[in-house]
């Protein structure tokens, strides 16, 4: 999900993008469709477009899955 | 930027909502003894997960350890126990509690991890030739687009051209200079979502410039 072209590191994606504060709104619930095997992009488009444009919620998108799984297994 | 379709009524918590996580919102909710006792808790299970978030973050920080991680560790759950008592009115059990709290601890240990690497650096602001010229040599065939002499011309003006001051000195920080953004939040006395929403509106207008221009194909956003 860090790997991004130039272009995109540049001038981001375009389309709805939930920014930082919105994604945040949601993340959890995102990580648990993720997890539970469903596509998190169908329920929150503009969260998935977030986190291809913002490397910092994406590494943090990362973590708060790496400790779900942790602690559910 | 839009805001994303909520999964649940406002109101009570729903029925089907876990044992665990009803225990949690309940119990944080109570006054006296009980509430100090789940926020000792909360702090406990913060804690445990900063520390975790750290450990999994380490190749990216080798410079931080021992007493000083612990330290940034430990204030990063005190703030996300803040940040949990703050919102908790917002937690309508759409998700589990531990997983809606995680979120806040990850977020805080992110931004004090960043934060601590840029700490006493220089951000870049300038938008000189070595900046540009850095991202035009160091392609790969799988960067031909931004290799174009021209369309990095084009995006060199508008950056001049089309952006206030304030959107110009993030976007050449965070998208040129590949500052972190929680850095240059920090610098600018704000937060990652704020200047985020500078940087898109930034990258919206440089866009909009390059596509009435030809050099990028028009996307209809909504």
Known sequence: ?73 | MGSEPRQTAAGSLPDALDFESRAWAESLRASGAEGAAALERLHDLLLRATHSEARRRRHLYPEIGGPELDDLCRQAADDAVLAVRRKLDGYRGASRFATWAYGFAVFEVSVKLRRHRWRGGTIPTADDDAAWDRLASGGTAAQTRIESTELLRALRRAVAEELSPRQREVFVAVALNDVEIDAVAAQLQSTRGAVYKVLHDARRKLRLRLEREGHLERVETT
């Open chain 1, 1 to 73: 999900m860090n790997e991004r072209d130039p272009l995109t590191r540049l001038l981001g994606t375009a389309g709805n993008d939930s920014g930082c504060d919105g994604g945040m709104a949601v993340i959890a619930e995102y990580v648990e469709l993720e997890l539970s095997g469903r596509n998190p992009e169908d329920f929150f488009p503009g969260l998935a477009a977030h986190l291809r444009n913002c490397p910092a919620c994406a590494e943090d998108y990362e973590g708060l899955v790496a400790l779900v799984r942790r602690r559910h297994g």
